[in-house]
């Protein structure tokens, strides 16, 4: 359908039709607009006409008839179309009707338009040409400026440019040249610290002689030479003479400088130095060779003449030795030399971890680790591996003689497990690996042994009779060590050569006819820098290759060089199925909607219609977690593999390392070579460098979060990270996860019984009612609830039922209402929910073998004692460890009657010191006991702190560690065992003192503060002998005003009460009870009221013990430390 007037379709309703015509119009085209349209009728619209029909001329015999409009004369409809008036009503048939306006064709109304669409269009462009003229004459002045700005800034650049470069010039000749001042400065200062120490080369000093008035120092050196056998003459001596303390207050008397005529002459005095001191090791050179009368002997030392750099090089490498146990320290020629054994180096525990993180074996095998029980496995590794050791202070034959000792760490993915029954008395280990190969599963045994230098017959021997023994019955063997045997010539090709061909020595045709009994291969071919194999790769089955180590765990010993190999048994299994499932994140969960849709929960109406508290407990939790499903997002589970501090670029470079490895070992490129060690040197600096922020932010952390900062010393702390990969229970073993846990079930499960129904616990009907009726008068209101979930600690983790505490504390106001309704139906019912009975155990190692499931512990079983407790704990189904129950009797006397206890028939051990409430008791109560093992413990656990703080820069940090781990032993119950015998005092306060000088020197402060007094002073410290007093006084104060209750104590306490003012202005307050015993004389009582009667005749401290407030009280024994002298 298209519109006759514009000849475009018609596509709304808004159209006409001329019923004369028949022709489609729309209504705009014959000028009737839309609402016109809507007002017509029907009828209008069925007999409208269009104006062309309307506009024809009428018929020639009716032309009198006008042409009658269709609509009213007044309709816009007729707009276009001209009307007859009444004076034109004629007929006329003339030419000149059809020139009337009239008349009028469609073709004459078009053009019509188009000119005067022309004429509007024409006027519309000359506007927008004028308009766009103006705009583009606008935009060009913009761009000139524009143009002009840039050139301006373009010169200003250059110029700017050429002046940095010449500035870059010359900062680049000034830092050059500024390098090249340094290294002239350090050349001059290092040709003057040799010219300086040349110009000492004819002297020596004389330490530790005395002093007298009339002495005769050349007699003194005269005599000395005579006594180690090295003459020197009157004119060998060019100058001798006293030196000048470096601290006047030292006791030690001043040094003798002695200048001789050449240093030949004093090498060979010091030498004969040397060898007389080794010739009489029971009388070294002291005073009285010198012929100085002396009461006591004073050790005499002669040393080289150092200078005050090289002496403060000798002091700290000597302070240094003895802090990492070396072995050597000593001065030849001006220089300052150490070694930790004759032929070795020592490495730091910390740049062994980082080197095994860098690395990717699968087992690591060390010898002569030189480690002791103060050195925590964790402090070696990380969580990856299982860590076997066995020092040298567990074998038969250590000699009290450090070093030595052998490691096995076995990766986690690795089943594996510690033999101790196939060890013998020497240094050997032997760990069994369960290894999967082609769906079987295959037992290797590895052992590791050190035979130290040099080897002994009966040593050796014992070794290879204990391995002959085991390898009769066990295949897949391999046995790694440092035999330190240089006789066996072990040629390139071991398997080539006869043993028979070896010519060893006799030690070694033991070794030899062993592993020829054995059928044992010897697979080592590198060779040390003599040209022999002392560490060997013995092992049943064949290896391709054993190759010197391109992954350097440590210092290199040039006779140990390190080996690596390859085995190939298959691919190991894992102890628990990695799980990469998401965990709910309780710390981004929106708690304000699910608190509101539990509170939308009508709890009254749903538990009403529940039979039992079960019920209502599941309900409770099906609504929980639902609102946390939907509310609580879940973050991705982290790796366990890495440590926390390793990258992201740190984890993906380490992944590729690790590809190029196999892909070089496999086609062996050299291409890849050069790859591999470019990227194991990026591994290693960017582990350094993780490595050193991670302690920064551990270090601050202590402040911010001591949580973090505690957590990172706990790791260090444990011996053990993580539970070995296999397990076993008596005859029972179990490697995968689930095994693993019922055997521990099962383990527990044993220890607890059953409570037995007696006729002892029999109660009378009246007796329960009344307790029932006083159970169900007991109510919990939602206050009550409340109260008690905001107490929770929110960062406590989840229990079995995985809800934490977190979650507790932000729901507390919604969970609060249906905890106390399940509480209170609870109480009426006489039912504990059977949910809420489940927890989550975690065993917890005890000493022992840390295979043995009987080693770990989630319940302590307490001993007990006497028959009729015995009774009493079946009753109630507590099973007593009789082999825990130890008998004492405390007694000064010498000669005790023995009389023996027992316990089910079973005697009890007789020992002569106890443990009770970490305080050790012995026979004597003298407490010697107790003060050894609490020394010995804190210095180890100051080793560790000293160890693991090296990177550590504030000292605040080192002080905090000391207090929690070193000082806090030190001062645990010393109200009962505080020493009253000088050796004992300063053996406790060697300990502090020790942690000061290394505090010291870490600040640079040695030197400022040479003394252990100003060392407290400067770190605001107190000794420890007065931090004792402190306590001793603060458990009296508690005693007398009641602060603690104890009647024992309180009445052995007599106060002295005057019957008339005493002259004194200070008297006793307390009247002490005399004994004729050291132990009655400093016994608790006796000695706290002795030290308070002390403080009281101090004029300058106005102290009351009745009065004064507990903190005011504590002030002023504190002011007391610089009154009263302590010892």
């Not at 390139?492 to 020829?516: H, I, Y």
């Given at each position: 359908?298209?519109c ?7 596509e709304?309703?808004?159209?006409l ?12 085209c014959v ?12 009828d ?5 006409s269009c ?7 009428p ?7 006008p042409?009658?409009?269709t609509?009213s ?15 034109d009503?004629?007929?006329t ?10 008349c ?7 053009s019509?338009?188009?000119e ?29 400026n524009v ?5 301006f ?16 010039v ?8 500024n390098?090249?001042?340094k ?7 290092a040709?003057?610290m ?5 110009t000492r080369?004819?002297n ?10 009339t002495?005769?120092?050349i ?9 180690v056998?090295?003459?020197?003459d009157?004119?060998d001596?060019?100058y001798?003479s ?9 006791p030690?008397?001043r ?11 004093r090498d ?8 007389y ?5 029971a009388d ?5 060779h010198?012929?100085l009368n ?9 040393t ?5 750099e ?7 490498a000597?302070l ?5 146990n070396?072995?050597h ?5 001006g220089?300052?030399?150490?070694r930790k ?12 971890y980082?080197n ?11 010898c ?5 029980h103060?050195?925590f496995?964790?402090e070696?590794f990380n969580?990856?591996?299982?860590t ?10 250590h ?5 030595g ?10 089943k594996s497990?510690?033999l101790t ?6 240094e050997?280990?032997?760990v ?33 009779d204990?391995?002959?023994?085991i390898?009769?019955?066990?295949n897949n063997?391999?046995?790694l ?6 006789s066996?010539?072990w ?6 050569v ?9 030690l070694?045709t ?5 592993v ?11 060779l ?10 013995l ?16 210092n ?12 190939s048994c ?5 102890l ?7 965990k709910?994140?309780?710390h981004?969960a ?7 849709e539990?509170?939308?929960?009508s709890?009254?109406?749903e538990?009403?219609v ?5 019920d209502m ?8 977690k639902e609102?946390?499903a939907k509310?609580?997002?879940?973050s991705?589970a ?5 440590p926390?501090?390793y990258?992201?670029e ?22 890849d ?12 600096s ?14 601050d952390s ?11 010393v ?9 539970f ?10 179990a ?29 009378d009907?009246t ?10 008068e007991?109510?919990?209101s939602q206050?009550?609830v409340?109260?008690?979930?905001k107490q ?8 079995s039922?995985?809800i934490?505490?977190l979650?507790?504390?932000?729901c507390r106001?919604a ?14 019912s006489g039912c ?5 009975k ?13 295979t043995?499931?009987?080693?770990y512990?989630?319940?302590?079983i ?21 082999d825990?129950?130890?008998y004492?009797r405390f007694?000064r006397?010498t000669h005790l ?5 027992s ?5 009890l ?17 003298n407490?010697?006991?107790?003060i050894?093992r609490i020394?010995t413990?804190?210095?180890q ?6 160890r ?14 000391f ?7 030190l001062?645990?119950?010393?109200q ?17 003192k020790?942690f ?9 402060k040695?030197k400022?503060?040479?003394t252990?007094?100003s ?5 605001k410290?107190?000794s420890?002998?007065n931090?004792?007093?402190?306590l001793?006084q603060v ?11 104890c009647p024992?104590?309180v009445?052995r306490?007599?106060?002295?009460v ?5 002259r004194a ?7 002490i ?11 608790t009582?006796?000695?706290?009221l002795s030290?308070y009667n002390?403080?009281?005749?101090v004029?300058?401290?106005d ?23 302590r010892?």
């Amino acid at each position: 359908m298209q519109c006759s007037a514009c000849q475009s379709p018609i596509e709304d309703r808004f159209y006409l039709k001329c019923r004369l015509c028949l022709l489609y119009h729309h209504t705009l085209c014959v000028n009737i607009s839309n609402k016109e349209f809507k007002n017509l009728t029907n009828d209008a619209k069925s007999k409208w006409s269009c104006p062309a029909c309307c506009s024809k001329t009428p018929r020639s015999d009716n032309s009198d008839t006008p042409v009658r409009p269709t609509l009213s004369p007044n309709s816009r409809s007729n707009i276009n179309v001209t009307k007859r008036g009444t004076t034109d009503r004629r007929s006329t048939k003339d030419s000149n009707a059809c020139c009337s306006p009239s008349c009028l064709s469609r073709s004459d109304l078009r053009s019509i338009i188009k000119e005067e669409l022309r004429a509007c269009i024409a006027a519309c462009v000359a506007d927008f040409k004028l308009d766009i003229n103006n705009q583009l004459l606008e935009m060009k002045d913009n761009i000139r400026n524009v143009n002009e700005s840039l050139a301006f800034m373009n010169n200003y650049f250059e110029k700017m440019n050429n002046e940095m470069k010449a500035n870059k010039v010359i900062v680049d000749r000034v830092m050059n040249e500024n390098e090249s001042l340094k290294k002239e400065l350090l050349t001059v200062s290092a040709k003057y610290m040799q010219l300086d120490q040349l110009t000492r080369s004819s002297n020596i000093e004389l330490q530790c002689v005395p002093e007298h008035k009339t002495e005769n120092l050349i007699t003194i050196v005269k005599q000395l030479s005579k006594v180690v056998a090295c003459p020197v003459d009157d004119a060998d001596i060019t100058y001798c003479s006293r030196t000048a303390k470096k601290n006047p207050e030292s006791p030690r008397p001043r040094a003798i400088l002695v200048t001789l005529s050449s240093p030949r002459l004093r090498d060979a005095l010091l030498a004969a130095t040397v060898n007389y001191n080794k010739r009489h090791p029971a009388d070294r050179l002291n005073s009285s060779h010198l012929g100085l009368n002396e009461k006591k002997k004073s050790a005499i030392y002669v040393t080289e003449n150092l200078s005050p750099e090289n002496k403060s090089l000798h002091a700290a490498a000597r302070l240094k030795a003895k802090e990492l146990n070396y072995k050597h320290v000593w001065v030849r020629g001006g220089r300052v030399y150490m070694r930790k054994t004759d032929t070795s180096e020592y490495i730091f525990t910390l740049d062994l971890y980082k080197n095994v993180l860098c690395s990717d074996y699968d087992i690591i095998v060390l010898c002569e680790t030189w480690l002791n029980h103060t050195i925590f496995d964790s402090e070696l590794f990380n969580d990856q591996y299982t860590t076997y050791r066995r020092d040298r202070e567990t074998s038969e034959y250590h000699n009290n003689k450090s070093g030595g000792g052998v490691l096995v760490a076995v990766s986690k993915r690795i089943k594996s497990r510690r033999l101790t029954q196939f060890e013998s008395g020497c240094e050997d280990l032997w760990v069994e690996l369960d290894i999967r190969n082609n769906q079987n599963m295959n037992k290797y045994y590895i052992c590791a042994v050190y035979i130290p230098p040099p080897v002994q017959k009966h040593i050796l021997k014992d070794f290879l009779d204990n391995a002959n023994r085991i390898l009769e019955s066990h295949n897949n063997t391999l046995i790694l060590g440092d035999f330190n045997l240089s006789s066996v010539s072990w040629p390139s090709n071991t398997n080539t050569v006869p043993l028979s061909d070896l010519r060893p020595g006799p030690l070694g045709t033991m070794l030899l006819d062993f592993v020829a009994l054995n059928n044992l291969g010897q697979y080592n071919t590198v060779l040390n820098n003599q040209e022999r194999i002392l560490d060997l790769v013995l092992s049943t089955e064949a290896i391709e290759r054993v190759r010197e180590s391109r992954y350097v765990l440590s210092n290199i010993d040039p006779y140990h060089p390190p080996l690596e190999f390859e085995l190939s048994c298959g691919k190991p299994t894992h102890l628990l199925p990695k799980v990469c499932n998401g965990k709910i994140n309780f710390h981004k969960a929106d708690y304000a909607k699910i608190s509101s849709e539990l509170n939308s929960v009508s709890w009254d109406r749903e538990f009403s219609v529940l039979a039992n508290v079960d019920d209502m407990v599941d309900l409770l939790y099906r609504r929980i977690k639902e609102a946390i499903a939907k509310h609580a997002p879940l973050s991705k589970a982290t790796n366990q593999r890495y440590p926390s501090w390793y990258t992201t670029e740190l984890i993906k470079l380490l992944n590729e390392k690790y590809k190029l490895r196999r892909r070089f070992q496999r086609y062996k490129n050299p291409l890849d070579k050069l790859s591999l060690s470019l990227l194991k040197k990026r591994c290693s600096s960017l582990i350094e460098s993780c490595y050193k922020e991670y302690i920064i932010n551990i270090e601050d952390s202590l402040h911010k979060n001591p949580k973090l900062f505690w957590t990172h010393v706990k790791n260090k702390r444990q011996n053990k990270s993580t539970f070995p990969s296999s397990m076993r229970l008596d005859d029972r073993q179990a490697s995968s996860g689930s095994d693993v846990c019922n055997l521990f079930a099962s383990f527990f499960a044993s220890v607890y019984k059953s409570p037995v129904a007696t006729s002892t616990y029999s109660r009378d009907a009246t007796r329960d009612q009344s307790l029932a009726h006083c159970l169900t008068e007991l109510s919990f209101s939602q206050e009550s609830v409340l109260a008690g979930l905001k107490q929770l600690d929110p960062n406590k983790g989840a229990g079995s039922d995985d809800i934490p505490g977190l979650f507790a504390t932000e729901c507390r106001l919604a969970l609060s209402l249906p905890l106390s309704i399940i509480y209170n139906r609870s109480i009426n019912s006489g039912c504990f929910p059977t949910a809420w009975k489940e927890s989550r155990v975690v065993p917890i190692p005890k000493s022992g073998d840390n295979t043995s499931i009987k080693n770990y512990r989630p319940i302590s079983i307490l001993p007990e004692d006497l028959d009729r407790l015995v009774d009493w704990c079946q009753r109630n189904g507590l099973a007593l460890n009789i082999d825990k129950c130890k008998y004492i009797r405390f007694s000064r006397s010498t000669h005790l009657n023995s009389q023996t206890y027992s316990i089910n028939n079973k005697t009890l051990e007789v020992v002569t010191t106890i443990r009770d409430l970490g305080v050790d008791l012995d026979r004597k109560i003298n407490f010697h006991t107790h003060i050894d093992r609490i020394t010995t413990k804190s210095f180890q656990m100051l080793g560790f702190i000293i160890r693991n703080t090296r990177d550590f820069k504030k000292p605040q940090t080192k002080i905090r560690l000391f207090e929690a781990l070193v000082r806090s032993g030190l001062e645990y119950g010393a109200q009962v065992w505080s020493p009253h015998y000088e050796v004992h005092i300063k053996r406790l306060e060697r300990i502090q003192k020790r942690f000061l000088w290394h505090l010291s020197y870490q600040c640079n402060k040695a030197k400022q503060l040479p003394t252990y007094q100003s060392r407290l002073e400067y770190f605001k410290l107190h000794s420890l002998i007065n931090r004792r007093h402190l306590l001793d006084q603060v458990l009296l104060y508690k005693l007398v005003n009641g602060n603690l209750d104890c009647p024992g104590l309180v009445e052995r306490i007599t106060v002295n009460v005057p019957l008339k003012l005493p002259r004194a202005s200070r008297y006793n307050p307390f009247t002490i009870k005399t004994s004729k015993t050291n132990l009655g004389r400093n016994a608790t009582v006796n000695r706290l009221l002795s030290q308070y009667n002390k403080l009281a005749k101090v004029c300058d401290i106005d102290i009351d013990i009745f009065s004064d407030s507990l903190p005011k009280f504590k002030r002023k024994i504190t002011a007391s430390f610089t009154l009263l002298p302590r010892k």
